[in-house]
């Protein structure tokens, strides 16, 4: 089997699993070392960004190459800013699309798309807080945005325990929308 880290340093390694750990352990050691994160892993030509252990540890005896692709920490947070800057984009008038519902009758594809929108504030949490952990300590605005949008929704929860339809457009309208424009100034 050819291992290797950001496709330098090719090597070949029995396909044993106690080779394969040492050699993986010192791997991600070195990553570490370097200040760089695991991006994903290339197992035979397929890409995983997650899970990709148990897919090894599962398939070790078909496995002919692995290779870890990884960035440094600041090309990390400029990459996540430019994803984050452009989902933005389209997550803002549809998050208000969405809002507008709540004044009126909600219909089955309705509850849908409000599904759809509180998975897209959780990705935005998420890579709030990774930026956070990536920057320098600080940098606190992140996480504070962070911890704003998820008292938001909190009261959102609270709203819709309520059935308060109202009360769920103004909190998406006037207080969520509100802080996720904010994002864009720091992206």
């Keep these: ?16 699993f106690k080779k394969l750990d040492e050699w993986w352990t010192g791997a991600t050691a ?11 892993v290339e197992i035979d030509s397929n890409i995983f960004y997650n899970g ?10 078909n ?11 600041e090309e990390s947070i400029e990459e996540t800013k430019i994803l984050l800057g452009q989902y933005l984009e389209g997550f803002i008038p549809i998050s208000q ?16 798309e409000f599904t759809d929108l509180l998975e897209g504030i959780k990705w935005i949490i998420s890579s709030l807080e990774f930026i956070q952990v990536l ?26 325990q309520n059935n308060e339809m109202v009360l769920i457009g103004d909190l998406v309208n006037y207080d969520l929308i509100p802080l996720i424009e904010k994002i864009k100034l720091f992206v």
């Design 97 to 112: 699309k969405i809002a507008d519902y709540f004044y009126g009758n909600m219909k089955d594809e309705h509850w849908t």
């Design 1 to 16: 089997m050819q291992v290797a880290i950001d496709n330098i340093e090719v090597l070949t390694i029995e396909d044993d």
């Design 135 to 160: 920057s320098n300590s600080t940098a606190t605005s992140y996480s504070n945005l962070a911890d704003e949008i998820t008292a938001r929704v909190t009261e959102l929860d609270q709203a819709l």
């Design 30 to 40: 070195k990553i570490y070392k370097e200040n760089r994160l695991i991006y994903n």
């Design 52 to 61: 990709y252990e148990l897919i090894i540890y599962e398939n070790i005896n």
């Design 63 to 73: 496995i002919s190459r692995i290779n870890i692709n990884t960035k440094g920490k």
